[in-house]
């Protein structure tokens, strides 16, 4: 098969898997990206949440063919020292209990931020809606992406 | 506190050898399972203090969100007087000489309150002695504080890092001087998680992300049906998909093993399997109920006469009460990473079980435990399924059969399909009231299945069945009380999920409580504080959930309040739900939660967790529900068992009831009460009294 080409968190990858490959397993098995999650395989959770071209995307559900090209970016990516707003506003409001929905949940909210700088309590529902969390830590989520969008990260 | 803990306390410390220079301390810890004091010392946990001064504690508690890794650290950090900028935690592997290792029944805190800080402070008395032995001072000058010993008369001061290897040849003092509480600095405060910052970058290591040389990634396809058999497959089909190295049958059913995930699971499709459904193919949920209504009730507690108390009330009351089964649905599905060769085995498995899941491969292959090399990862959830060593003992199969490093993954319809369900049952209640709405008679029935009838072929847990916990262990008083067990046995998986028995037994106890509160025409709160014994400590958190959630005053237009307590895992919780049904579909908009946990350790992770029970317990009381037909389970996904998500996700206000008591669990205490809460709002509500959980639309 021809090398499908893959940019990930600012990156050229080269490839060689079946054009159908959902990229959530292109980026943990072939690329070693393991930030992001496996939860359900059925777009119902939102643990495999990446950044394409800034939107939000469910990487189980995007044949890498047709995510080749674009901008991707991962949990391992969003900043390069784990300082982007958003982290720091999750370590300072202690948001993770286990942490395994927090990859998808982070890049949720980043998406959300860029498209809408000062969301409400009904925008955050519509837009982490989508991305579970068995902890119990949707409220600390919400306090944390209002606390970036106040301009206080930390 | 029982002689056993007395006994083995009084060798708890030792200085013992680790690899490293540096101040080692073993210690150990009392656990549930000890019988007798053991052989020799066997430390569950070790501390370290090495030479540049950074402090190590090496620990046998899993961490699956309850933030272990941070509460330990801090009860050693407590009284070593410890710089926490220089405080270490590192996971364990599977280890006998840490004894049996297991993060369940919510008792990491609670078994190490004290030694942990025991070892602390024997640490710090050593590294005391040791610098006033340099100094040619009097110790009693010395002070520690801050990971150094000052000795303020000549203003000397010396780090940890420096006294280390002096301090270890001090002698370990047999019973160090422990901090008053009034003095702590760690304890009690809001201390930030430790993994907090790793789990905000993607770079916790969950079992999942565990990647080794020449490792294979694996899926298998199981018979549906407990008990069922492989009946055929197509493996040159499956082999023809691009990736799939080998298919292999384990015990379990049949493993695809590939290159990638998905290659497998691709593969596993093209497998065709198809199953004989053996014994249990004619299990539904029908055959359920008839199981649960004819096993014979065994009396478990009985005080009093209660059926002449009830034959003798002015008033009975009557109800039964109807709960599924669950699955645990962990965000991070089952999954293990497993190399076998010839004579030994590699794991690395998020299990809240090592000793268990490392014993049970050693079993599976006839090798010694020592062989059996069991690394504990981050657990992407537990709740309870994390307990069970099925999915280690299958990984390491899949190993050995296809001669590599394998990691089988889970999918989550697998994962759904193949837990150990939380029990389904029924619970019958009865109780007595006089004219004047005194409750004379009590008699609660559990109709459930037993896991440890199932697991280890014995329901009883101590002097009782397992089925009884939260009912037979009731606080309420009556003038006759009873409480009995009906027990069938059923082919289905059964397992612990978070809070176990107490899930079931508090709905049902909690909603009677108010359906006879009614018969008696008095308050919810009132008449359950009229019933509590003096002792009992949800006395304290009834009456402070209430006050804090305006209990008495009238609630937001189209709202009602329901309250409910329940005692679990030494730990005392009462909740004030605040509701609204719109159309159809309930809508919990405020919980308000009271704990008396004891001394809470970290109130931050105190809110955390009874944040997370109340999560985990409304998904299950609003719409979790396992159905099982033909022997197998139908729903499968996030589709059709779906948790509660942020839009549904209420308003939660923790409050502690202060406490010097010894710590309480809190892992599972917050859940019990939330659903029969939120049922006794639903009734203030609408006058409609459910009494099936899942609540579904009303």
Known sequence: MAPLTLIVNGKSHAVEVAPETPLLWVLRDTLGLTGTKFGCGIAQCGACTVLVDGEAVRSCQLPAREAAGHRIVTIEGLSAKGDHPLQQAWVAEQVPQCGYCQSGQILAAAALLSRKPRPTDADIDDAMAGVLCRCGTYNRIRRAIHRVAKGGAT | MSAVVKITRRRFLEVTAGTGAGLWLGVHLPGRAEAAEPAGFEPNAWLRID??????????????????????????????????????????????????????????????????????????????????????????????????????????????????????????????????????????????????????????????????????????????????????????????????????????????????????????????ATFDPGPNGALDMALVSKLLAEAKPEPVRSEGDVEKALAAAARKVEATYELPFLAHATMEPMNCTAHVRGGSAELWVPTQAPTWAQGAVAKAFGLPEEKVKLHVTFLGGGFGRRALPDFAVEAA??????????????????????????????????????????????????????????????????????????????????????????????????????????????????CFVDEVALAAGKDPLAFRLEILAASSRLRGALELAAAKAGWGTAPPAGRARGIACHSSFGSHVAEVAEVSVEKGRVRVHRVVAAVDCGVALNPDSVEHQIEGAIVYGLSAALRGEITVSKGAVVQGNFDDYEPLRMNEMPAVEVHLVPSREAPGGLGEPGLPPIAPAVANALFALTGKRLRRLPLGRV
């Not at chain 2, 508690?61 to 941070?70: K, L, P, V």
């Not at chain 2, 970058?201 to 407990?226: K, L």
């Open chain 2, 397 to 510: 199969q899949v190993s050995k059969a296809a001669g590599e490093p394998v990691q089988v993954l889970w999918t989550r319809e697998d994962d759904v399909r193949h837990d150990h369900y939380r029990p389904a049952g029924r619970n019958e209640l009865w109780a007595g009231l006089s004219n004047d709405g005194k409750l004379l008679a009590w008699h609660h029935r559990v109709r459930t299945f037993s896991i440890g009838q199932q697991l280890f072929g014995t329901p009883r847990r101590g002097d009782r069945p397992d089925v009884v916990e939260g009912a037979a262990t009731t606080t309420y008083v009556a003038g006759a009380l009873r409480v009995d067990a009906a027990i069938p046995e059923i082919g289905l998986p059964l397992g612990w999920w978070r809070s176990v028995y107490s899930s079931q037994n508090a709905f049902a106890e909690e």
């Open chain 2, 51 to 272: 030479p540049a001064g950074t402090v190590t504690v090496f620990l046998a508690r899993s961490e699956m969100g309850q933030g272990s890794y941070t509460g330990m650290a801090v009860l050693v950090a407590e009284e070593l007087e410890a710089d926490w900028t220089k405080i270490r935690v590192v996971q364990a592997d599977a280890d006998k000489r840490f004894g049996t290792m297991s993060t369940g029944g919510s008792s990491s805190v609670r078994r190490s309150f004290e030694p942990l800080r025991q070892a602390g402070a024997a640490a710090r008395e050593m590294l005391v002695s040791a610098a006033a032995r340099r100094w040619g001072v009097d110790r009693g000058a010395c002070r520690a504080q801050q990971g150094e010993v000052a000795h303020a008369p000549s203003g000397r001061r010396l780090g940890y890092g420096a006294l280390t290897l002096a301090a270890a040849k001090e002698a370990v003092p047999k019973d160090p001087p422990l901090k008053d509480p009034k003095e702590w600095r760690l304890i009690g405060r809001k201390v930030p998680r430790l993994d907090a910052p790793d789990k905000t970058t993607g770079r916790a290591r969950f079992g999942i992300d565990v990647r080794v040389p020449g490792q294979r990634f694996a899926v298998v396809a199981r018979p549906p049906v407990q008990g069922g058999k492989v009946k055929g497959f197509d493996a040159a089909r499956a082999k023809r998909v691009a990736g799939v190295r080998a298919v292999v049958e384990v015990p379990s059913g049949v493993a695809v093993v590939a290159d990638s995930t998905f290659a497998a699971i691709q593969g596993r499709e093209a497998l065709g």
